[in-house]
């Protein structure tokens, strides 16, 4: 383990920002992490747990440590005629986790295909999409406590997960370092494709969805359509979380907006977020090097050389613009650094 000082971020983060760490190591080990915690670059400044650098956005340079998680390792608990129980290190890359399933014809994780980020990024974020939540597979997370090293397994119930949120990144955000979650999947078809991309994707492929690697095919398809690459223009993925609001409040919005999409969700309706951007008028809008995606109105783009402010700035805009409109106020999903 070796710590870097003044350490460039600018390929450590999916947006491209050119950020620098006053500190910087990767960790590819338990031990390694027992062996840091002692150290006075982390004991005495502020800490960021970095996975794959895909949900966030560096506004500044980050005064502080930063440690990227290379924990690797994927295992197989134990299975029955069910199901089978699947440990994961954290710093796994997400879509390899899903492979790892799907090529085993277990259930649970196809709907989240092809997210960037490491498996501690998606567990931080309960990691969703097309109807189906990371937290609904989770058995436990094994994390250590930054303050005296100490192991500690979470049952699902105590990680506070809601809708893309979870205690880790709220409460106890830079207090644990995630090391393994273990999931649950199962061998039992358990089909999920109520959305409306799927029948899409079935009538323009032709291509069945029977298994789980069918409809893992599907939305890594669906995905590549939709969302642009990092690697070619930065981007988050999506910026900011759907809409939940009341059912009164939703009816007085329709007496206006009648072509305003809703879903019901549990007890209130969810309004997408990328619909009420496009109403306002930024999907493919550019101000200087900053940008919202001519395909998609959630993903905010940096065109070449913008910094994190001005994507921040660009994200007030949006927000200020749907709530003048809709009286509706957009969250950011990605953690703001």
């Not at 999409?129 to 094994?142: F, M, Q, R, S, T």
């Not at 979470?154 to 207090?175: L, N, P, V």
């Not at 599907?218 to 009341?246: C, H, M, Q, Y």
Request: proline letters at 3%; a neutral charge.
């Amino acid at each position: 383990m070796e710590i870097h000082k003044n350490y460039d971020l600018t390929k450590l983060n999916t947006f491209g920002i050119n950020v620098r760490a006053k500190f910087f190591t990767e960790i590819k080990s338990e031990l390694e992490l027992q062996e840091l915690f002692k150290l006075p670059e982390f004991q005495n400044n502020e800490k960021l747990f970095l996975g794959g650098g895909s949900n966030v956005l560096f506004t500044k340079n980050f005064d502080g440590i930063v440690i990227l998680n290379k924990l690797k390792g994927i295992e197989i608990l134990k299975e029955d005629s069910q199901n089978m129980v699947i440990r994961s290190t954290s710093g796994e890359i997400w879509h390899d986790l899903v492979f790892f399933a799907v090529e085993r014809n277990l259930w649970g994780l196809e709907n989240l295909s092809f997210i960037p980020g490491t498996v501690g990024g998606a567990l931080v974020e309960n990691l969703g999409a097309y109807g189906a939540e990371l937290c609904e597979v989770l058995e436990n997370v094994e994390a250590l406590d930054v303050k005296n090293g100490t192991k500690k397994t979470f049952r699902k119930e105590e990680c506070g997960f809601s809708y893309h949120d979870s205690i880790f990144k709220k409460e106890w955000r830079g207090k644990y370092f995630i090391l393994a979650v273990t999931l649950k999947l199962s061998k039992i078809e358990k089909k999920n494709i109520k959305y409306r991309a799927f029948t899409e994707y079935s009538e323009i492929s032709k291509l069945p969805l029977n298994s789980s690697k069918d409809i893992s095919n599907a939305v890594t398809f669906i995905r590549k359509l939709k969302l642009p690459d990092p690697a070619v223009i930065g981007n988050a993925g999506s910026f900011f979380k759907n809409v939940f609001l009341e059912k009164e409040k939703l009816e007085e919005l329709l007496k206006i907006y009648p072509n305003m999409p809703h879903y019901k969700e549990d007890e209130v309706m969810k309004v997408p977020a990328g619909w009420l951007v496009e109403q306002t008028g930024w999907k493919g809008k550019r101000i200087g090097n900053t940008g919202v995606h001519e395909k998609h109105a959630l993903v905010l783009v940096n065109h070449g050389e913008a910094t994190g402010e001005e994507i921040k700035n660009l994200a007030k805009e949006i927000t200020d613009s749907v709530f003048s409109k809709f009286g509706l106020k957009l969250t950011p999903e990605v953690n703001l650094i």
